[in-house]
């Protein structure tokens, strides 16, 4: 059986670190004022560039992060790292509520 070429395997998308860490003083600040959703909208005259969402998940013990290219994380209370996130329909309305 011959060895996959280098450009077939597939990345696994991760957020950095010092993306984690940037992120976690909203996580936080958002949880003191007990906020679900906390969002940060870049925008560029009226047109909004990028956003990134915090979703407060406390019966999982855990905040989903939807990054500005629409992957989903979650990041564990207390953890280092975040893992990605497969989204699915039922995932999206427990988080939304409505």
Not at 13 to 38: M, S
Not at 48 to 70: E, K, L, M, N
Request: aromatic residues 10%.
């Amino acid at each position: 059986m011959m060895k996959k070429s280098r450009n077939r395997r597939r990345r696994i998308a991760e957020l950095t670190a010092n993306d984690i860490i940037k992120c976690q003083f909203f996580i936080t600040e958002g949880r003191k004022i007990n906020a679900h959703k906390v969002e940060l909208r870049f925008l560029r005259g009226d047109n909004v560039v990028a956003s990134v969402a915090f979703f407060d998940d406390a019966p999982h013990r855990q905040t989903v992060i939807r990054w500005h290219d629409h992957r989903h994380y979650t990041l564990q209370y207390g953890a280092k790292e975040a893992k990605p996130l497969n989204m699915t329909l039922a995932k999206w309305k427990t988080l939304n509520n409505d």
